[in-house]
């Protein structure tokens, strides 16, 4: 394997993921309004769930309902990124592929919904 093609090991390949992710979380929350408000979703309801007086499974539900907005939110502007840079122009296919990842991100909102709703109201 020649030195171009030399792949991180070990410790060394978690880092590189690590400084990756890293890069990847900061250009979303420069370049993306949606994840930007889905971040402060987090912060402000996360922390408005440490005041409430249930389980700690119950917190972790309602912190994960969360965070799996994000993830989707992450997975969608991957899918968006993706389209636009194989091509700009206006396709059917890639307006598809961009409503169903928008598509996604709202049914990760639903779930998070009635997360929430279940632990509040039925908690």
Request: with cysteine; proline share 1%.
């Amino acid at each position: 394997m020649s030195n171009q093609t030399k792949r991180h090991t070990g410790l060394a390949r978690i880092w590189q993921a690590t400084l990756n992710s890293r890069r990847a979380l900061v250009w979303l929350v420069r370049n993306e309004s949606a994840f930007r408000q889905e971040l402060f979703l987090l912060i402000v309801l996360g922390a408005a769930s440490l005041t409430l007086d249930i389980s700690a499974l119950q917190r972790c539900a309602l912190l994960v309902s969360l965070l799996v907005i994000l993830l989707v939110e992450i997975l969608n502007t991957a899918i968006e990124t993706t389209i636009d840079r194989i091509d700009t122009a206006q396709h059917p296919m890639s307006g598809l592929a961009k409503d169903l990842g928008s598509a996604a991100v709202f049914v990760s909102l639903v779930i998070a919904g009635l997360v929430w709703i279940s632990v509040l109201l039925f908690g």
